[in-house]
């Protein structure tokens, strides 16, 4: 088995322990015979190597269980790894056979059952840190900023066990781009698929990874992810498996725009009367690390300013993380951006990339000076280290579809074994004008499906079109989509609808479209209101939902990019200015992309399609976590009746809480 850690470090604990299966008995229901059975054999304790620090410890314990003739025949064993901090333990059962056959038997049976189920605490606490050099309180798990790296195989159960440790908030974790078939309540979505966990309270999230790619896991309840509450979600080939394409090495580029003003803060801010603007980020941080006012590249300077270099002993909480390589090789990059309002533009100077995966789906690989990753999306791009290996390399991150004025964020491809702080040699890389929509729209549309993908259904049973608008709503500055800005209710809708409480919610569905007459090139007018109606759909129908990009209040239209739960979509369309019935036909069902989260360009259409096939309730919202929390987002419900009885942890508050009490659930 490898286990990598979160720097990428592999850790081999590898099958050859089995020769030396060092037993670390520690449960023993027969010491006497397991000491003989161990001495006997020649095995030793579990040994292991690795260079990453992060590793805390490993631990190997066997239960025995003794039949008669004082023979062996079957242990349980328990092999346990504290990874910066998580822990994972894996349960799996030994049949044994006489003395010293055992390794063989060992080895199979290891390989297959090691990857069974993945169990991990993960507790969330406030923490002082100083992520861009300036100290602020952040949300950290097991004490890590970002959250430590959770990686299974698929084909995995994991079951994962959140702990609240913040002292007045609640808190809830969205496995995104997981689908969650058949455990609707595990999908993390405060308000939607559960209660949210409360203070000092655990809630275990118990779902099945099926597929391999690059995901997250992120706070979704509030502003939770702008105080930095995220982390990778890595799943793997199962044991056996192949990706489509090969890597030597492997790097995850974790993407996140920073302020110095807490969320909570913002959170009142946004939901002020009248409206106050929480401002654009302060800094674009790379795996949790960025540098505010100083910069890595001496003599760098934007038309704005200058700044000072940053003096790094390189142990600092804001040093960047090096990206260590060895020349001609090749590396997988996992790319996530999690940004709270902007898109991001990665480069990696002198070094093209090669995309091969979109949101844990396989792409048609193509090839790319420098890659767009809006909020939510997750890429793999593999490059070769094929340049001057006695130079390192600017790793860039800038901001596009928004006018910000913040600095790249920067790191360095250090190829061994030069010094991770020779600078290269020349400037940062420039990235795309922020306003270079074009760019943006060619990167977008050179993604296709990886041949042999699943292809979308010729037709729709429906379309639903939802346009995207602001508002003053009561005097409250919102999103709305078709004019209703979405308020989630108290009581979590799965639990709701499930158990028919009507009055958890809008009963009346909200609209599948917009006047016809709508003028998208207006700054937005006319009237919405609030509300939290739910579109019901049939189980296993097609849909087509239409996202209708328009103007603001303030004459402008920014990108969004929206991001579906429980479900893939195939994007089939993008296009310009209004949707209309003559777009259907050009609709790219041959070999669309399936992804998890699309954007919507400024004036324009987006159209994607999917199978209603995964019974739950599901959001459909922006990204841009602002823009969700003033309104920009709907939900959906599918076929909830298919679903067994709920399971009652996630239903503690609101009326399932009365429900539950009333009907004595157990
Ligand atoms: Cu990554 Cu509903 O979010
Ligand atoms: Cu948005």
Redesign the pocket.
């Known amino acids: 088995m490898v286990v990598r850690d979160d720097q990428g470090y592999l850790l081999y604990l590898t099958l050859n322990m089995i020769k030396y299966v060092s037993l670390f008995v520690a449960e023993v229901e027969s010491l006497r015979w397991a000491t003989e059975y161990t001495k006997q054999c020649g095995w030793r304790r579990l040994e292991w190597e690795t260079d990453a620090k992060e590793v805390e410890k490993v631990g190997w314990k066997v239960n025995w269980r003794i039949r008669n003739n004082n023979m062996v025949v079957n242990a349980v064993a328990k092999l346990s790894l504290s990874i910066n901090r998580a822990s994972v333990f894996d349960e799996f059962s030994l049949d044994l056979i006489p003395p010293c056959n055992m390794g063989k038997i060992l080895a199979e049976k290891v390989n297959v059952a090691l990857e069974m189920k993945k169990h991990y605490k993960l507790e969330v606490e406030y923490m002082f840190r100083a992520p861009d050099c300036i100290e602020r309180p952040v949300l950290a798990v097991n004490g890590q900023f970002p959250a430590p790296t959770i990686r299974a195989r698929r084909g995995d159960t994991m079951v994962i066990k959140v702990t609240n440790r913040l002292y007045t908030d609640e808190v809830s974790i969205h496995w995104h781009g997981i689908r969650q078939r058949g455990t609707p309540w595990a999908d993390g979505t405060s308000s939607i698929a559960q209660c949210p966990i409360r203070p000092g309270e655990s809630f275990v999230y118990r779902f099945k990874v099926d597929k391999p790619g690059t995901f997250i896991y992120h706070g979704h309840h509030g502003l939770h992810r702008t105080d930095g509450l995220y982390g990778f979600l890595i799943v793997e080939v199962a044991e056996g498996e192949k990706e489509p394409f090969h890597y030597d090495g492997e790097f995850n580029l974790l993407l996140s725009d920073w302020w110095h003003r807490p969320a909570h803060e913002q959170q009142i801010m946004l939901s002020a009367k009248p409206f106050r603007w929480v401002g654009e980020p302060q800094t674009l941080l790379i795996n949790g690390r960025g540098q505010y006012n100083c910069t890595l590249a001496p003599g760098y300077a934007t038309s704005n300013s200058s700044y000072p270099p940053c003096n790094f002993k390189g142990h600092e909480q804001c040093a960047p993380t090096i990206l260590n390589v060895l020349p001609n090789k090749t590396y997988r990059i996992r790319v996530v951006s999690v940004t709270g309002l902007g898109s991001e533009n990665l480069i990696i100077a002198n070094h093209t990339m090669t995309v091969v995966e979109a949101d844990g789906n396989y792409v048609e690989p193509f090839t790319v000076d420098n890659l767009d990753v809006h909020t939510g999306e997750s890429y793999s791009v593999l490059i070769s280290t094929n340049q001057n290996p006695n130079e390192n390399y600017w790793v860039s991150v800038g901001v596009i579809a928004r006018p910000f004025i913040i600095p790249p964020g920067l790191t360095i491809l250090n190829y061994l074994p030069n010094s991770a702080w020779k600078l290269p040699i020349s400037q940062p890389p420039l990235h795309p004008r922020w306003d270079d929509l074009e760019h943006n729209k060619n990167f977008t549309k050179s993604i296709f499906a990886l041949k042999g993908t699943p292809k979308p259904p010729r037709k729709a049973h429906r379309r639903i079109v939802l346009l995207i608008t602001d508002h003053l709503v009561d005097g409250y500055t919102k999103?709305a989509v078709n004019k209703v800005s979405l308020v989630l209710p108290s009581t979590p809708y799965l639990g709701a609808i499930k158990y028919g409480l009507k009055h958890a919610f809008d009963q009346r569905p909200p609209p599948e479209n917009f006047a016809n007459d709508y003028d998208i090139m207006r700054p937005a007018y006319g009237n919405a209101t609030f509300g939290n109606g739910v579109y019901v759909l049939d189980f296993n129908t097609t849909v087509d939902l239409i996202l209708q990009n328009a103007n603001a209040m303030d004459n402008f239209s920014?990108s969004?990019p929206w991001h579906f739960h429980g479900h893939d979509f195939w994007v089939v369309g993008h296009g310009e200015g209004k949707f209309s019935e003559k777009d259907v036909k050009k609709l790219n069902l041959k070999n669309p992309p399936l992804k998890n989260t699309e954007v919507v360009f400024s004036n324009g259409w987006t159209a994607l399609r999917f199978v209603a096939d995964n019974p739950g309730v599901w959001l459909f919202h922006?990204h841009?976590e602002h823009?969700l929390i003033m309104g920009?987002g709907v939900v959906f419900s599918v076929g909830v009746d298919r679903l067994p009885e709920l399971p009652p942890e996630g239903l503690a508050c609101g009326l399932t809480a009365e429900f539950l009490m009333r009907h004595k659930h157990t």
Do not use: A, F, K, S
């Open positions: 999103w920014g969004h922006c841009l823009h920009m």
